[in-house]
């Protein structure tokens, strides 16, 4: 994780109460409660006392308390054994702690991976193969016929 990403720029303390979207541009720390959809810039850390009611948007989070809605977060999101998120998950790397408890989907985004090249027909390869062997023999003879020629252009300067 990014140090810029995981400095905690907003506290929400146990005991809170936000009836709202909340945004904020750098990392959170909530201990409290949202109800609304909450969008963080950097990282959001809900404490085991904290309690989110709507969608979460966040460069990464780590979850402790509870989260009713999906959660979308591109670098992480690591749900520890306190956790009890229902909703789905939207993110690269994913980590679930053994008691954690968790009811959605999962939809790791990673990068696709690049076509692995298709394979050629065994006759075409034997082919392929064939033209190559007959170029390697054009070429050695075309080295053969350039160092016979330099041979005898030596005889003759003798």
Known sequence: ?????AKIGTIIGKGNIINGDFQAAKSVRLDGEIDGNVTVGGLLVIGSAGKING????AAAIVGGEVTGDITAPDKIEITETARVIGNLRTNVIVI???AIFQGQLDMYQEEMPAKPKRRPL??????????????KEALR????????????????E
Not at 142 to 157: C, F, G, L, T
């Open 1 to 5: 994780m990014k140090k810029s990403v």
């Open 142 to 157: 075309e080295v053969d016929a350039e160092v016979n020629q330099q041979e005898d252009s030596y005889e003759e300067m």
């Open 97 to 99: 702690d053994e008691k």
């Open 55 to 58: 969608n979460v948007e966040a």
């Open 123 to 136: 006759r075409e390869s034997k082919a392929v193969r064939k033209t190559a062997k007959d170029a390697l």
